[in-house]
């Protein structure tokens, strides 16, 4: 039991005649899940003795550090590996969704989360404006609504659906209901809501079915496009899933200035 830190902070406390200090924790949003129902959603006081480091207190309340993208303290976004003091006020939060933190965030230079989104039957034009600029969009008509939910549990995706009864099941932790009904909007409503202008990554991900691609030496792609589109493109990249090509050609130019227009609209 020595790595404990509950344990060798409790032991700590009951020697006579330590001294020991106060700090004040909240944590917030998932990162409640590890905590005890006493401590959930609150601030709670937390005392030790001796030098501590944060991250040696966030690892007591047994939170994995890999959970946590921001830690202010005091009002300030501060590192891991800052010493504790008395009486310092400390917000932890978990990896962001929602907004991009990473001007603002000491631990990391770029938020811990990647950004990924199922989305329901009725959103396949979003999904692909949302490949199109490079995010993880996973969709499939024929996906069942609970079978939207198990996904969006186990891998951590964003639920986007118009179906508001489908986001009434408790399970869900991460999901939005989509406002507009024309698929251009929706994709600057879901660029502005979750802030993704600074993540742009177009000839990333699969139009078609959502994987990476990969970049493909244009002697490769000789037998699979046309004489005309051979000698007209240099660069070309293949879909590591369904193989399909897809070269940076008048398209790509209309794709680049298009995310370019509605970066500058969000
Ligand atoms: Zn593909």
């Not at 589109?229 to 200035?257: E, P």
């Amino acid at each position: 039991m020595p790595n404990c830190y509950n344990c060798t902070i409790e032991k700590q406390m009951k020697t006579e005649g330590v001294k020991y200090k106060s700090i004040y924790f909240r944590f917030y949003a998932e990162l409640n899940d590890f905590l005890p129902s006493d401590k959930k959603q609150k601030i709670f006081e937390f005392e030790f003795a001796g030098p501590l480091k944060v991250q040696e207190a966030i690892l007591a309340m047994h939170i994995p550090l890999s959970e946590v993208d921001l830690v202010i303290i005091n009002g300030q976004s501060k590192k891991f590996n800052y010493w504790l003091k008395d009486d310092d006020f400390i917000s932890v939060y978990p990896v962001f969704e929602s907004f991009d933190i990473s001007s603002l965030n000491a631990l990391r230079p770029h938020p811990l989360r990647e950004t990924k989104f199922i989305l329901d039957a009725h959103l396949g034009k979003l999904a692909k404006y949302l490949r199109m600029a490079g995010f993880n969009a996973l969709y499939d008509p024929d996906f069942k609504d609970p079978q939207i939910i198990d996904i969006s549990v186990d891998t951590k995706r964003i639920i986007l659906t118009r179906d508001k009864a489908l986001l009434r099941s408790v399970r869900i932790k991460h999901g939005y209901y989509v406002r507009n009904i024309n698929p251009l909007k929706q994709f600057k409503e879901i660029i502005c809501k979750f802030d993704l202008v600074s993540q742009f990554n177009p000839l990333n991900r699969c139009l078609v079915c959502n994987q990476l691609l990969k970049q493909i030496a244009k002697i490769d792609v000789e037998t699979l496009v046309s004489p005309d589109i051979y000698n007209r493109f240099t660069h070309f990249y293949q879909c590591q899933q369904c193989h399909k090509i897809f070269w940076k050609g008048s398209h790509f130019d209309r794709m680049r200035q298009f995310i370019y227009e509605i970066s500058k609209s969000v």
